[in-house]
């Protein structure tokens, strides 16, 4: 199953990328997280950053041949919750690229508040341990 939760790319610069993900009550995973209070759940707004980084890696010039998938999360912090009918706006940048390993920094906020930020490593799939 393949989850793809970037509702829209509002802005693509060379090292950058700001990207839309708007929760629905519709989302089937928000039924057990938590019932009666549904929230979007940490590794999905994980995801959400880490799907922002594919598409910026997919315009590089000399984009990956290969899906790119997480070697490495550090500092990772979460902050305001997102609830059905808010949008998460992250803004991810990519800080490194070599030997086909991608290193960035992401922030995503509701409201203007922080909700998830941290560091992400990508690597290709055939690489992964």
């Known amino acids: 199953m393949r989850f793809e939760l970037i509702d829209r ?22 039924g057990d997280h938590f019932p009666g209070f549904p929230v979007l759940p940490g590794v999905m707004m994980l995801e959400t950053l ?11 010039p000399q984009s990956p041949t290969m899906p790119l998938v997480v070697k490495e999360v550090r500092n990772l912090k979460y902050g305001n919750m997102v609830k059905p009918g808010q949008t998460l706006e ?11 390993k991608y290193d ?14 941290g560091r992400f490593t990508l690597i290709p799939l055939d690489q992964a341990e």
Do not use: M, W
């Open 90 to 100: 992250v803004e991810v940048t990519l800080k490194k690229a070599e030997q086909d």
């Open 9 to 30: 790319v509002i802005e693509l610069e060379e090292n950058n990328i700001r990207a839309l993900k708007t929760v629905t009550s519709a989302e089937e995973y928000l």
């Open 104 to 117: 960035f920094t992401g922030v995503g906020t509701v409201d203007g508040q922080v909700a998830v930020k």
């Open 50 to 60: 880490v799907q922002a980084g594919r598409k910026l890696t997919d315009a590089l």
